[in-house]
């Protein structure tokens, strides 16, 4: 069958059923955007702003566990993408990003609107294509949705000249792929699997530590099925959070440069660590000698294999696909007769219950003004512990990651690795698309809002009813912490003034707005507003403007060098 | 300590810049780096020279298997090899100093293949530090110029990098 390059592009997302493309169009994708009229099978979300495309399809994905699909021009809209592939990239998440390029003949030759759009976007992705010929159309597609997906996911870059979308060539969608150079491992080592049975069983103070390769790998219901057969503490990454249900009693809160008292100390002191689709990143464990013990045996399993040692030397390496290796894990210990050692265990316990016992997560409840913490309290409470939440980056994003108890993988979506401020909005709108009757809330701040603000006009065009919870503190507020506490309260630059009347501009766009200044409002405003169940509220809480987060490991020190907000 | 890596790719238009950008991006050491196809044309071969901690050169072996166009990777001093380097000089040679260059160029076994009124140019393979050696036993004011092309390493008997 001959088509042109632009219908076979569009052949190509129809086959890997595709069903959202988020866009912007122009001149290099012009004949894809043709081919995109004429076709119902997908459908296309224009977005106001390349990134926010990048970030919908990021979220969409996150949301979904399939491969998010963006479509943006040559020059500036591929540019504007490449903060979202970036996001994308260090949270691995899978995805495709199609990006118009100028005509082959004209490429090298500074033509309108060309950039190197594979070598801009090179450190950035898993991997990334130049189409030189429409034959070459299908396969290369077929290739990207197959590395973006398997192994250690992550976003693949398909760059595509004009005149290829153009140029007549067959049509025909390949069956499978074969690469040589590619070939991901599934199932971990048997031998190192029962090597790491044996040091779990033998375990007097164990731990499991998870990430979002957890999530990723859909391998929560193995993981609760292991730690519950163990009885042994989890704790989650900022990343992994939702991978471990957070209502359950094993489960010690999040850990790192914010995590709990108990998840950082029984962290730093467990004999026996057994680290899931993590990869002990800098926010996670500090500062790796001060995390160094001598007495600490480490068991990791991952899919990537330079995640491991790479910052922290381990003991028993696994590489494999999460799921498959706990399965595996899972399968033994239902052979097993050995258990483990009870009274250890229960002495193990009897110390993270007296850390637990610290409450390193109390704050002031008696406050006349709205406690940020408290408003995430209340907004688990109304939505039941049952929304997707979509974060910004800051303070908010720390209190939604420790006050909102996330019992389900997926619904917590966040840019944890690149933290990427402005994320919370477009991904907000990938979520909604990926589960439209479902509750979704936006955690933001009001500097990161105002990076991707512009998307409360796509929120209009396809009714999403979304809810912006703003925790407005006039504040870049976690700037403005770290100048407090290293910086001797020299607030450069961190103030944010000049805001725009929030219930005024959501009004403007069609949207509910709220502002909400007291305590006493908090619940009604977040009640009223989930009962507009088609509707999209832009809720303005004003929140305390000196609220820290707390605990918190000061950079660079060990997470036993844990500050409460009770030390200070 | 010093390593020499050898890596089969795909021969694709930017698999080069990838590993390059590889070891910028994460402050890796590249000695030397050298490339070209092999006999099967879609592959290529590429020989880096690097450093770096045992820890180091782990990551860097990861993180170049982990580069989807990379077909395989061995670190050569995994075990026995031999590595060659070729180097050509353009040293001064008047008067008494022809013959000088010539003694030098025999003593390392290097073959003159240009010779002009004031000078020759030897060229000369070998191990890094055998060229090393060479220009160190000459006298720094007699060197014009020099080009070398970065270290080729084989593994020897049958250790074979081969699909
Ligand atoms: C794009 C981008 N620019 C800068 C930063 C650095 N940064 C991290 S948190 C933060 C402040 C965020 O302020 P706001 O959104 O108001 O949230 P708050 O911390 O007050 O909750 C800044 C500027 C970033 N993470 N991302």
């Given at each position: 069958m001959?088509?042109s ?22 001149g290099?994708?012009?004949n894809?955007y043709?081919?995109?009229?004429k076709?119902?099978?997908f459908?296309h979300i ?6 926010a ?5 990021d ?7 399939q ?10 809209g ?12 260090m ?13 082959t ?11 190197d759009?594979?070598?801009i ?10 189409v ?6 299908a ?13 250690r996911?992550?976003p693949?870059?398909?760059d ?28 971990g ?10 040091l779990m069983?033998?375990?007097k103070?164990?731990?499991l530590?998870?990430?979002g390769?957890?999530v ?13 057969r ?13 991978g471990?249900p957070?209502?359950?009693?094993q ?9 709990t008292l108990?998840?950082n100390?029984a ?24 995390f160094?013990?001598k007495?600490?045996?480490i068991?990791h399993?991952?899919?990537?294999p330079?995640s ?8 028993v390496?696994?590489?494999g ?8 894990m899972?399968?033994l ?5 050995r258990t483990p ?7 193990w316990?009897t110390?993270?219950?007296e ?7 109390t704050y002031?409840r ?7 913490q408290?408003?995430?309290e ?7 512990g049952d ?11 720390m209190?939604?990651?420790q ?5 389900k993988?997926r619904?917590w979506?966040n840019?944890?690795g690149?933290?990427t401020?402005?994320v ?12 439209p ?12 809002i105002?990076?991707n ?18 925790l407005?503190?006039?504040y ?13 309260n ?48 832009f ?5 305390d ?7 918190m490991?000061?950079?660079g ?12 | ?9 795909e ?11 590889l070891?910028s ?16 044309a879609t592959?290529?071969r ?7 901690s045992?820890?180091v050169?782990?990551?860097?072996i990861?993180?170049l298997?982990k580069?989807i ?5 061995l670190?050569?001093?995994?075990g026995?090899?031999i590595?060659r380097?070729?180097?050509l ?9 022809r013959d ?5 160029c ?12 004031g ?10 530090s055998k ?13 014009l110029e ?14 074979i990098?081969?699909?």
């Amino acid at each position: 069958m001959e088509l042109s390059g632009a219908e076979i592009v569009i052949r190509c997302l129809q086959e890997e059923n595709v069903k959202y493309v988020f866009g912007y169009p122009g001149g290099a994708v012009l004949n894809i955007y043709d081919e995109i009229f004429k076709q119902d099978k997908f459908k296309h979300i224009l977005v106001r702003h390349e990134q926010a495309a990048v970030h919908a399809a990021d979220a969409y994905s996150r949301a979904t566990g399939q491969v998010g699909v963006a479509l943006v021009t040559s020059g500036p809209g591929a540019t504007n993408a490449i903060t979202g592939i970036a996001t994308a990239h260090m949270d691995s998440i899978p995805m495709v990003i199609i990006s118009g390029q100028a005509p082959t003949p004209a490429i090298g030759l500074d033509a309108f609107q060309e950039v190197d759009m594979i070598g801009i976007s090179r450190p950035c992705v898993k991997h990334n294509f130049l189409v030189k010929d429409v034959k070459d159309i299908a396969p290369t597609i077929k290739k990207a949705f197959f590395i973006a997906a398997t192994g250690r996911p992550g976003p693949v870059v398909v760059d595509i000249p004009k005149d290829i979308t153009a140029h007549l060539g067959h049509y025909e969608y390949p069956k499978s792929v074969e690469m040589r150079s590619y070939t991901p491992i599934l199932k971990g080592h048997s031998g190192q699997i029962k090597k790491a049975i044996k040091l779990m069983l033998e375990a007097k103070r164990p731990m499991l530590y998870t990430g979002g390769g957890v999530v990723l790998g859909d391998a929560a219901d193995q993981l609760i099925k292991l730690a519950h057969r163990l009885g042994f503490p989890v704790t989650n990454t900022l990343m992994g959070l939702g991978g471990y249900p957070a209502t359950d009693k094993q489960f010690v809160g999040m850990l790192g440069m914010h995590g709990t008292l108990e998840a950082n100390m029984a962290m730093q002191n467990c004999d026996v660590l057994v680290a899931v689709g993590a990869r002990f990143d800098d926010r996670v464990i500090g500062n790796p000698q001060h995390f160094y013990n001598k007495d600490r045996t480490i068991v990791h399993i991952d899919v990537d294999p330079s995640s491991i040692s790479k910052r922290v030397k381990v003991d028993v390496p696994i590489v494999g696909h999460v799921q498959s290796v706990l399965a595996e894990m899972n399968e033994l210990l239902d052979a097993e007769t050995r258990t483990p050692d009870a009274a250890a265990l229960k002495a193990w316990w009897t110390q993270i219950e007296e850390w637990r016992g610290r409450n390193c997560l109390t704050y002031n409840r008696n406050s006349e003004i709205i406690k940020p913490q408290f408003v995430i309290e209340k907004l688990w409470e109304v939505t039941k512990g049952d929304a997707y939440v979509t974060s910004d980056v800051g303070q908010h994003q720390m209190w939604a990651a420790q006050y909102y108890k996330f019992d389900k993988p997926r619904r917590w979506i966040n840019s944890g690795g690149l933290g990427t401020m402005g994320v919370g909005l477009p991904y907000a709108m990938g979520v909604q698309f990926a589960d439209p009757s479902a509750k979704v809330a936006c955690v933001t701040g009001e500097g990161s809002i105002q990076m991707n603000i512009q998307e409360l006009s796509t929120c209009k065009q396809f009714h999403l009813p979304i809810k912006v919870v703003l925790l407005n503190n006039r504040y870049l507020g976690m700037v403005r912490q770290w100048q407090q506490f290293f910086y001797e309260n020299r607030y450069s630059e961190s103030y944010m003034d000049s805001l725009p009347d929030f219930v005024k501009l959501a009004e403007s766009y069609g949207h509910v707005g709220m502002n909400i200044e007291k305590p006493a409002d908090v619940e009604g405003a977040l009640t009223e507003a989930f009962n507009l169940t088609d509707r999209f509220v832009f809720m303005n809480f004003i929140t305390d403007q000196n609220e820290n987060v707390f605990p918190m490991v000061p950079n660079g020190k060990g997470l036993s060098e844990i500050i409460l907000a009770e030390d200070l | 300590m010093k390593h020499i890596i050898s890596i089969l790719m795909e021969n694709e238009a930017g698999a080069l810049s990838r590993v390059a950008g590889l070891f910028s991006a994460r402050a890796y050491n590249i000695e030397s780096l050298t490339v070209a196809p092999t006999e099967d044309a879609t592959l290529s071969r590429m020989t880096i020279v690097t450093s770096g901690s045992d820890d180091v050169i782990e990551q860097i072996i990861k993180q170049l298997n982990k580069l989807i166009d990379v077909v395989k990777v061995l670190d050569l001093n995994d075990g026995r090899f031999i590595e060659r380097e070729l180097m050509l000089v353009k040293v001064k040679a008047t008067g008494s100093f022809r013959d000088e260059m010539k003694r030098m160029c025999d003593i390392f076994r290097g073959r003159i293949i240009d010779v002009a009124d004031g000078s020759y140019t030897i060229e000369l393979t070998g191990s890094g530090s055998k060229l090393d050696a060479f220009l160190e036993a000459l006298d720094k004011a007699v060197i014009l110029e020099t080009v070398r092309t970065g270290a080729s390493g084989i593994g020897r008997g049958d250790r074979i990098l081969k699909l």
